[in-house]
């Protein structure tokens, strides 16, 4: 699977911010068409439409096989509504969005365009929330496209000691005035993988399966209405724990101590490549992604994003 090169961010069809939810269509930085859905905070929007909670928005990204009109995906807008505004969206691939999914390669784009598309509306905060592989691209996001007063953090991380591992990517951390309209101010990773290719429990041997064989792929299209790229890809994109580090934002990652698809040692990892900067939640007895995330977990979730 190919990493394209993360471009300028799309503008919107829709002029302003309204009071029900509203479905339009991104268009990413490689030229993908996105489905989109925007919902106002439910709580305390003022009288003509405008940002609430300070002008937050809650960027929701779902994991693979999902899509923004999921039960799960559903659910956890609803909490998130009552103290922001919303934004979910399809991945490439998935739902009514166009393209191919790459499972984490060029859905930093699709996030990047749905970021780009709430500060658009005016919210000045944004906030982005991803699930399994929604949790890779959140982290692989924040790192990429900052804030400009991060510029100078990671345009030094791209050139320090660790540039041979950072920079072999083509990630071009350089560019970054290009991508200051679509970064996040503070990240969640729920069920997130901390490396590439891990195949240590069944449930992630099917997945790739379906990910890598023809007939798995038609499984992917047919069976779970998912639309998966046939090539591998080149170069490898920089995996979500080497990241964390470039992260300026607050980070909080989330995981579950019953997932059976990441044992806790990828939150973990996670964490530690974070420094001590990020904070870490280890739930007990919980499964996997948006689908395990009870609405109590969401509230706390949300509650931090207030917070954070």
Known sequence: MTSASEGRFPTSSVPSITRGPRRTTLLTGDGVRIEAVYTPCTTDATADGGPASGGTAVVLAHGFTGSADRPAVLRAAEVFAQRAAVITFSFRGHGRSGGRSTVGDREVLDLAAAVAWARSLGHRRVV?????????????????????????????????????????????????????????????????????????????????????????????????????HREDWNPVPLSPAEAVPLITAPLLIVHGDRDPYFPVDHPRMLAAASRGRAELWLEHGMGHAENAADEKLLTRIADWTESA
Not at 198 to 220: D, E, I, K, S
């Open 128 to 228: 982005t929330v991803g699930f399994s592989m929604g949790g890779s691209v959140v982290l692989r996001h924040a790192a990429l496209y900052t804030a400009p007063e991060a510029a100078g953090f990671l345009a030094e991380k791209a050139a320090g000691p660790e540039a041979d591992r950072v920079g072999r990517r083509t990630e071009r951390i350089g560019a970054l005035g290009e991508r200051a309209g679509a970064h996040t101010d503070a990240v969640v990773a729920v069920s997130a993988p901390a490396r590439w290719y891990y195949r240590g429990t069944a449930p992630m041997r099917r997945l790739h399966w379906v990910v890598t064989r023809p007939t798995g792929r038609l499984v992917g299209r047919f069976g779970f209405r998912t639309r998966i």
